[in-house]
């Protein structure tokens, strides 16, 4: 009798959520990983911000950026002595409040013996570049950098 009411007893000061028979609640599982290579949401233009799908906002933000700098080089005129035809890669930072900086162009030694001013003509074509919209991760605005391939091509 003694050891009947030892057990009742000690089953029910148990709590049924420590009994292997009992349905455990599933707690929610937190997404703690976080992928700092990726944001939520690419920075984007005016034009581009009605675009909800994320490859497709990446897609015409970057090609709003590069039609935007090819239409200042368009206006530039340089003196070559040999025809090129070469690309560059010009890196960009856009920060959380959206405004834009240059901050290097790597460029074959062909370019920068033939175009000594090349990366201060693309410095100020991106300070003309208008606002940009920042990069979203997880809701916030975040600071992104960009590497965009610009082709030089210029004949004699």
Known sequence: MRVFSLLLFLIICTSCENLPFSKKQQKPILDTIINFNEVDFSPSFKICDSIIEKEAKSYCFRTSIHQKIGAELQKQVFTIHDSIDEIVNVSLIIDSKGKI???KMDASEIIKNQLP??????????QKIPAIYPAIKRGIPVTTKYTLPIRIQLKE
């Open 117 to 126: 001013k090349l990366d201060s003509v693309i410095q100020e074509s991106i």
């Open 101 to 103: 900086q240059f901050e």
